[in-house]
């Protein structure tokens, strides 16, 4: 008794009330593209009114003099990342339409999204109309980055409480800043970010339109909308597409342009802003960016000596290559396109790309997965360990990019990348008892390759999941699971659990 | 030349010792009965009080002084009177300070805290010991911009392994310039076809690295290899100074300190040294991790016995050359005769290097060459400099006497000079240049 909620949670609602204020501009892009083609604006319209309604209702509740602490931080980014995905999984609803007009799969597919997972429920993509295609790829460009760094740019109120949340949304104590003013950083990364995404789609439009005009077709199925769409989630490392076959349907061109725009999007913006503004050896001295590229290169090669040696794919060299830098990058930065279905790949190149699957990109990009960083440090700190094996007394600080790393900090990484894998494992083992009580009877490997797939925000799996396929082979219980799991993974883990633990909502 | 002390202990009264034949010295000190002591031993005028007062730097003669040396045990007291005889005259002010910050401030301005020179006896004790170290054969070194740049001097035996090449052949350096050649008397300005022949003493200038790699060619057996181990015991400030000016020459050291706190700072500041914590006088720990086949153990505990203890235990265990800090300098004597091979006292270095500076009596940092032939200066160009904005082959022709760039400074890193470098405004130089034609530099730089 004599316990008191000490939680200031009006100070989390009046963030999470401004956040879903802020949400209604997203939507009215679908809504201008839905009278544009003529379609019905009702999906966008009765979204609309609920982040306004429950927005507005909420900034009432709240007490704006509360400062955002800790604990507050870990509700509110907790918070906003579902409502975000249950208002984005509105639109499908509304729509109507297909297997996605089911509660679970809507919400599926809309979790999917914003945690630039990828993974998809849709059984038949043609029965959807282009504005609501086009909402799923919009909720995936807004997760990329993270949802609370944008709201850090927006809302000056917020003040020195941004750090908090962005640190709390990225788990790193170094938010890296640029400006003093941690909400100018937050707008100078994000003006980046859609600096970026302009960029793309313009080379993509760009491509198929001026291709023609000096004679060579460079990227016949790539028109306005596909370029945007496809702008919206390569540069977010999210993965969806518009069209049923990801990029395979598009033209080899293509398919190499979007590699190095995944790679780009999985390196530490920080970075790419130093390199913008004159210094660019800053990204070639960090040892992450080094360890990140290095890793992309050895699963290609690795990948690509697997594929070549194989009769039943029969391809050359050049497709070798190409297919596998291609979805390499695409597991490895956690977009989760395909350039050809990998399914049908040899089992041991399709182990590189499960492999992959658990690396990811830069931190402080808009990668998910463990990320490189954490395997380098873990990696530096094993091989000190060997060294201290034989040197009881040395003292040995782990180094990356020439400063040394706190041991509170490795024995936090340690802990985080342990945490990651037994959620895996525990999720494995739920698809594989839940597919075998429905009877759907997952291999293991299908098990696993979804359960990391999810957990770790990638998007296709492998056998009936792959990435011509979708999730609905899984019973609805499984997916409802991998909803809560694309959410805890997206926000790394340590948000959700500790909203969890009794005494978080204790003095 | 007038001079002002303030500070009568071991320092102070060997410079004042050292002045006193050739200088009006005044000594002041806040404690009577040391003044009262120094009144029979020297020859020199003597004053009790606080020197931080004007009044008493007033009374010292500060005002029509040519110099004032702070030398007391108390950095910031030392910084005070500096900035004190500042605002009462315009005498050549030297602050003695234990910090190597405060020595690093003033070395990026030049003149921070009012003083005209501010020498760091930690920093001055560990180059000493380094030097020791790493260049056994070489007759004189002097560091300039930091340490970042090393002259150095060296005979050439007959045994040499460089005796008969070419200077080219010998060049096998980036950052090595080759300033002179002195052979029977003679300045030579050696060219890439000279020839070195025994006898020569030849003056090199460079980074700490390549001086060091250089010395490895003249006399390979005297002088340490890279890959040789140097043991470091104790991480106080001479020992991380010891270990991070090795590093700047390649070399990777050991160091055993005996604070586990400490030992984390040090191993984050020092990427190439292999630190450890434990007890530096357990001699199985010595033997475990091989410290008994150093190459050269260095003592750099904080206390006399100590440093002897530790440096009896590394002689008797079987390291080949054993250095050791001494802090009473009149220990420095006792602790040759047991065996150690070489002994530095932080206190002697220091009160040396004042001397030395006060004989020079001039602003940039110099050596000086064989008794007065040539110079080596230092000079930071200024944006009224007539050397900014004009590559090195034209200063050369424009000057009508031999001058060598031996180095080229640039916001902290090296810059290997050659014909066509051009200085920017911000440079420090380091100059090679005879004696005579030292007036003419020190006008344009």
């Excluded at chain 2, 180059?127 to 007759?139: N, R, W």
Aim: charge should be negative; glycine fraction near 8%.
């Amino acid at each position: 008794m004599g316990q008191y909620v000490r939680v200031e949670w009006r100070a989390s609602i009046g963030l999470i009330g401004a956040v879903l204020l802020y949400l209604t501009l997203p939507l009215l892009f679908p809504l201008a593209l839905a009278v544009l083609y003529g379609e019905s604006v009702l999906p966008f319209l009765v979204p609309m009114a609920v982040t306004l309604g429950l927005g507005g209702g909420l900034r009432m509740l709240a007490d704006i003099e509360e400062d955002v602490g800790p604990r507050e931080a870990f509700l509110a980014v907790a918070t906003i990342w579902l409502l975000v995905a249950a208002i984005g999984a509105l639109p499908f609803l509304v729509a109507g339409n297909g297997t996605i007009a089911q509660p679970v799969n809507a919400m599926f597919e809309a979790m999917s999204g914003l945690t630039t997972t990828g993974a998809t429920v849709i059984g038949d993509f043609g029965v959807h109309s282009r504005s609501v295609m086009m909402w799923r790829q919009v909720l995936q460009w807004l997760g990329g980055l993270g949802i609370l760094i944008l709201v850090t740019a927006v809302l000056s109120e917020i003040g020195v409480g941004g750090a908090q949340l962005m640190e709390t949304e990225t788990q790193s104590q170094s938010s890296n800043r640029l400006t003093p003013r941690i909400s100018e950083t937050a707008q100078l990364i994000w003006g980046l970010y859609l600096g970026l995404t302009v960029l793309v789609a313009a080379v993509l439009a760009g491509m198929h339109y001026l291709g023609p005009v000096v004679g060579v077709e460079l990227a016949p199925n790539m028109n306005l909308y596909n370029a945007v769409a496809h702008a919206l989630t390569s540069i977010s490392t999210a993965g969806f597409s518009p069209e049923a076959r990801s990029i395979e349907a598009f033209s080899a061109a293509v398919q190499w342009v979007l590699i190095p725009v995944m790679l780009l999007g999985s390196t530490s913006f920080v970075l790419i802003y130093f390199a913008i503004r004159g210094a660019p050896m800053r990204l070639l001295r960090s040892e992450e960016f080094r360890f990140y590229i290095g890793v992309f290169a050895l699963f290609t090669a690795t990948s690509a000596a697997l594929l070549i040696g194989t009769q039943e794919l029969d391809m050359g060299l050049h497709d070798t290559v190409r297919h596998s830098a291609f979805n390499v990058a695409s597991i490895l930065t956690t977009t989760g396109y395909a350039s050809q279905d990998f399914t049908n790949w040899p089992n041991a190149g399709q182990n590189v790309l499960f492999a992959a699957m658990f690396i990811g990109g830069m931190v402080g990009s808009t990668t998910c997965s463990i990320k490189s960083l954490r395997w380098l440090v873990v990696l530096k700190s094993f091989r000190r360990d060997l060294f201290t094996a034989i040197h009881p007394d040395a003292v040995r600080p782990v180094r990356v990019s020439g400063s040394s790393v706190d041991e509170g900090t490795i024995r936090d990484i340690y802990g985080y990348v342990l945490l990651s894998i037994v959620i895996f494992f525990l999720l494995t083992l739920f698809v594989v008892i839940d597919g075998a009580r429905s009877g759907v009877d997952p291999s293991e490997f299908e098990a696993m390759g979804a359960a990391a797939s999810t957990v770790l925000n990638i998007g296709p799996a492998f056998g009936r999941a792959g990435p011509m396929d979708n999730y609905l082979v899984f019973p609805e219980s499984t997916r409802a699971v991998m909803v809560v799991l694309m959410w805890l993974g997206r926000i790394e883990i340590v948000p959700v659990l500790v909203l969890l633990t009794p005494s978080f909502w204790r003095s | 030349m007038q001079v002002v002390i303030i500070g009568a202990g071991e320092v102070g009264t060997s410079i004042a010792a050292d002045l006193a034949s050739d200088h009006d010295v005044v000594i002041v000190d806040i404690d009577e009965s040391r003044i009262e002591d120094i009144k029979y031993d020297i020859d020199v005028l003597t004053l009790a009080g606080d020197g931080t007062k004007s009044s008493v730097l007033i009374e010292a003669g500060a005002v029509q002084a040519d110099m004032v040396i702070a030398s007391t045990d108390d950095d910031k007291t030392n910084l005070v009177i500096c900035g004190t005889a500042e605002t009462l005259g315009d005498p050549f002010n030297i602050a003695r300070v234990k910090s190597a910050e405060y020595r690093r401030t003033w070395e990026q301005t030049g003149k921070a805290f009012d003083a005209d020179f501010v020498i760091c006896a930690n920093l001055q004790a560990a180059g000493t010991i380094v030097d020791v170290i790493g260049l056994p054969s070489a007759v004189e070194v002097s560091s300039f911009v930091g340490g970042l740049v090393k002259m150095a001097e060296f005979d050439i035996t007959e045994g040499s392994p460089i005796t008969g090449q070419t200077v080219a052949e010998a060049d096998r350096f980036d950052s090595l310039t080759f300033a002179a050649l002195f052979r029977d008397d003679d300045l030579v300005l050696p060219q890439g076809s000279t020839i070195i022949k025994a006898g020569d003493r030849m003056v090199i200038i460079g980074s700490p690295g390549s001086v060091q790699g250089f010395a490895q060619q003249v006399a390979p057996v005297a002088t340490p290899d890279t890959a040789d181990d140097i043991v470091i015991v104790g991480g106080g400030e001479i020992g991380y100074h010891t270990a991070r000016m090795l590093e700047m020459r390649d070399f990777s050291p050991k160091l055993v300190e005996q604070d586990s706190d400490r030992s984390r700072a040090l191993a984050e500041d020092l990427p190439e040294t292999l630190v450890m914590n434990h007890d530096p006088t357990d001699t199985d720990f010595l033997r475990r991790e091989r410290l008994d086949e150093a190459n050269v153990l260095v003592s750099a505990l904080g206390s006399d016995e100590n440093n002897m203890l530790v440096s009896v235990l590394a002689k008797r265990i079987g390291a080949k050359r054993v250095i050791s800090l001494v802090d009473r300098s009149d220990y420095v004597q006792l602790f040759q005769e047991i065996g150690i091979d070489a002994a530095v006292s932080p206190r002697d270095v220091t009160a040396e290097e004042i001397i030395r500076f006060t004989h020079e009596k001039v602003a940039e940092n110099i050596a000086v060459l064989e008794g007065g032939k040539a110079e080596v200066l230092e000079l930071e160009l200024g944006a009224d400099s007539e050397f900014v904005g004009r590559n090195i082959r034209e200063i050369d022709e424009s000057v009508n006497s031999d001058v060598v760039f031996g180095a080229v400074s640039r916001r902290g890193t090296e810059v290997v000079p050659r014909g066509d470098t051009v200085l920017e405004q911000g440079d420090n130089v380091v100059i090679f240049v005879e004696s005579e034609f030292v007036g003419q530099m020190l006008a344009m730089g």
